[in-house]
């Protein structure tokens, strides 16, 4: 009896840790901790495709913002074609009337009364040469404005080809980031899937222990009509039961916890950040960022959203920082990169300040960015965690691996 009462004690643990930690399960799993150890595995691998699929989704980010600033370089070469188009028809505007002036200056309108119309030899010279110079200065600038346009033109040209590649590159990674979207959707559907079955299969345990405990007490009950001394001796045997629910709890205890903290440590990577990095300065980020993304925690994750009802985690951060006035963009790699570029990244937590961001990336590296959360102080951060889990704090602590550093993007 003991064993059986303990046994469903750790399974309704479980359910319980599992119910808080938010994820999906195995079901015709009739071990418990064989049912834990399938959960974490689960969970490891939906956490995988999530911050896979961010981090396909911050390379098409920079992939886009690559292409709008080749379409950029296009435009403004355009503008500067169509400048020295007006520039070289001005020129020539200018050229012609100069000449139709010359002409009109002379009575014959011929180039020869140029020539005749001067008084003597030194003044023939003077005036031939300022013909010419005027001529050949004229004809230079031209053919500088041309030879500028004809630049711009193969300027333009390149930037069109450029513009082709950076296209195929974009529409390619769109397609990868799909491809990783549609993984993570059925893999959410999956776990929904579990869930379900996980109830159902709890709820039918649970049954089955109420009708095994009723049948035990009843049949105690029909052995006490004996005497008094029988009596006190099954209250004592059910004294005993009840030390075995306490059993129980020590069994749930081996089982809950310790797994669920081992999900917990798959999300969002982290590292103690090991690098060399000595900077202290984390900046001065706005520490009211913090209560507005508090106020969105148990909210659920959906990736490539930034609230108000769902988030992913550069969308959480995008729209904190949004409500105090500053615009970042939805991209954990991109608001690392302003970190970094402000020079606020720090590595040792202990100079983090609230409202900092904080980074997780592969192998630790800044330039490999896949999480991102908002520091809140006292060791821990809020921040949009994975399918299934949503909007959470969690300690840096416990999300030691592959933990980048932090700071301020303002």
């Given at each position: 009896?003991?064993?059986?009462?303990?046994?469903i004690?750790?399974?309704?643990?479980?359910?319980a840790?599992?119910a808080?930690?938010?994820?999906?399960?195995?079901?015709?799993?009739?071990?418990?901790?064989?049912?834990?150890?399938?959960v974490?595995?689960?969970?490891?691998?939906?956490m995988?495709y999530?911050?896979?699929?961010?981090?396909?989704?911050?390379?098409?980010?920079?992939?886009q913002?690559?292409?709008?600033?080749?379409q950029?370089?296009?435009?403004?070469?355009?503008?500067d074609?169509?400048?020295?188009?007006?520039?070289?028809?001005?020129?020539?505007?200018?050229?012609?009337?100069?000449?139709?002036?010359?002409?009109?200056?002379?009575?014959?309108n011929s180039?020869?009364?140029?020539?005749?119309?001067a008084?003597?030899?030194?003044?023939?010279?003077?005036?031939?040469?300022?013909?010419?110079?005027?001529a050949?200065r004229?004809?230079?600038?031209?053919?500088?404005v041309?030879?500028?346009?004809?630049?711009?033109?193969?300027?333009?040209?390149?930037?069109?080809t450029?513009?082709?590649?950076?296209?195929?590159?974009?529409?390619?990674?769109?397609?990868?980031?799909?491809?990783?979207?549609?993984?993570?959707?059925?893999?959410?559907?999956?776990?929904?899937?579990?869930?379900?079955?996980?109830?159902t299969?709890?709820a039918?345990?649970?049954?089955?222990?109420a009708?095994?405990?009723?049948?035990?007490?009843?049949?105690?009950?029909?052995?006490?009509?004996?005497?008094?001394?029988?009596?006190?001796?099954?209250?004592?045997?059910?004294?005993?039961?009840?030390n075995g629910?306490?059993?129980?709890?020590?069994?749930?205890?081996?089982?809950?916890?310790?797994?669920?903290?081992?999900?917990?440590?798959?999300?969002?990577?982290?590292?103690?950040g090991?690098g060399?990095?000595?900077?202290?300065?984390?900046?001065?980020?706005?520490?009211?960022?913090?209560?507005?993304?508090?106020?969105?925690?148990?909210?659920?994750?959906?990736?490539?959203?930034e609230?108000?009802?769902?988030?992913d985690?550069?969308?959480?951060?995008?729209y904190?920082?949004?409500?105090?006035?500053?615009?970042?963009?939805?991209?954990?790699?991109?608001?690392?990169?302003?970190?970094?570029?402000?020079?606020?990244?720090?590595?040792?937590?202990?100079?983090?300040?609230?409202?900092?961001?904080?980074?997780?990336?592969?192998?630790g590296?800044?330039?490999?960015?896949?999480?991102?959360?908002?520091?809140?102080?006292?060791?821990?951060?809020?921040?949009?965690?994975?399918?299934?889990?949503?909007?959470?704090?969690?300690?840096?602590?416990?999300?030691?691996?592959?933990f980048?550093?932090?700071?301020?993007p303002?």
């Amino acid at each position: 009896m003991q064993l059986k009462r303990a046994r469903i004690a750790v399974t309704l643990f479980a359910s319980a840790s599992l119910a808080l930690s938010g994820m999906p399960v195995t079901a015709f799993a009739d071990d418990p901790a064989d049912l834990q150890s399938k959960v974490n595995d689960a969970y490891s691998t939906l956490m995988a495709y999530s911050n896979e699929l961010e981090a396909a989704n911050n390379e098409l980010y920079q992939l886009q913002s690559d292409l709008e600033s080749v379409q950029a370089e296009i435009q403004q070469t355009e503008a500067d074609i169509e400048e020295k188009q007006q520039e070289l028809e001005q020129g020539q505007a200018e050229l012609s009337q100069r000449l139709a002036e010359t002409y009109k200056q002379n009575s014959s309108n011929s180039t020869l009364s140029v020539v005749l119309g001067a008084s003597d030899f030194e003044e023939l010279l003077s005036r031939v040469y300022y013909a010419n110079s005027m001529a050949n200065r004229d004809a230079e600038l031209i053919d500088q404005v041309k030879q500028t346009q004809q630049e711009l033109e193969q300027k333009k040209s390149d930037l069109a080809t450029q513009e082709q590649e950076q296209q195929q590159l974009v529409s390619d990674q769109q397609q990868k980031t799909e491809d990783i979207q549609s993984k993570v959707s059925e893999q959410q559907s999956y776990y929904n899937s579990l869930d379900s079955e996980l109830q159902t299969a709890l709820a039918e345990e649970a049954a089955r222990a109420a009708a095994e405990q009723a049948a035990a007490e009843e049949a105690a009950n029909n052995n006490q009509g004996g005497g008094s001394d029988n009596g006190n001796s099954n209250n004592d045997n059910g004294g005993s039961g009840d030390n075995g629910g306490s059993n129980d709890n020590g069994g749930g205890s081996n089982n809950g916890g310790s797994n669920n903290n081992g999900g917990s440590s798959n999300n969002g990577g982290s590292s103690g950040g090991g690098g060399s990095n000595n900077n202290t300065d984390s900046g001065n980020a706005p520490s009211s960022v913090v209560d507005i993304a508090l106020a969105q925690v148990g909210k659920p994750y959906v990736f490539g959203t930034e609230g108000p009802d769902t988030f992913d985690c550069s969308g959480l951060v995008q729209y904190s920082y949004k409500r105090v006035g500053i615009s970042l963009p939805h991209s954990s790699q991109a608001q690392c990169n302003l970190v970094k570029n402000k020079g606020h990244l720090v590595t040792n937590t202990s100079y983090l300040s609230p409202g900092d961001l904080v980074f997780w990336g592969y192998g630790g590296s800044s330039s490999s960015i896949y999480h991102v959360g908002i520091y809140i102080g006292g060791g821990r951060y809020v921040h949009a965690s994975s399918p299934g889990v949503g909007v959470i704090t969690s300690s840096l602590s416990s999300n030691s691996r592959n933990f980048v550093g932090g700071g301020s993007p303002v």
